[in-house]
Nanobody
Framework: QEQLVESGGGLVQAGGSLTLSCAASGRTFRNYAVGWFRQAPGKEREFVVAITWSGATTDYADSVRGRFTISKDNAKNTVSLLMNSLKPEDTAVYYC?????????????????WGQGTQVTVSS
């Protein structure tokens, strides 16, 4: 059972940058794809970006494409999300999730390991 922990959230002014990290641990850890999701108050949790276990393939939501960059370090079991040009509408709790599957990475039900979430607040 993989365990994921997010970190790096905080308060930032619009136009600024923030980097989130997702660390994986567990005695039975296996390589997996990682997705980032976010949920703002009163809204459904939405897909942000995903990366395959090898790190060779990425998939970005249209709302963050060109602004966010995901990277994966398999040796350290760590995934980072660099968020640039942040907008107030990016304000949300951000969650990382892991799965041993290779397809359906845009869908929440594909993932079986989740972090507790980290708050990102972008002021105007």
């Amino acid at each position: 059972q993989e365990q994921l922990v997010e970190s790096g959230g905080g308060l930032v002014q619009a136009g600024g940058s923030l980097t989130l990290s997702c660390a994986a641990s567990g005695r039975t850890f296996r390589n997996y794809a990682v997705g980032w999701f976010r949920q703002a108050p009163g809204k459904e949790r939405e897909f942000v970006v995903a990366i395959t276990w090898s790190g060779a393939t990425t998939d970005y939501a249209d709302s963050v494409r060109g602004r966010f960059t995901i990277s994966k370090d398999n040796a350290k079991n760590t995934v980072s999300l660099l968020m640039n040009s942040l907008k107030p509408e990016d304000t949300a709790v951000y969650y990382c999730a892991g799965t041993s599957l290779k397809y359906g990475l845009r869908y929440q039900y594909t993932y079986d390991a989740w972090g507790q979430g980290t708050q990102v607040t972008v002021s105007s």
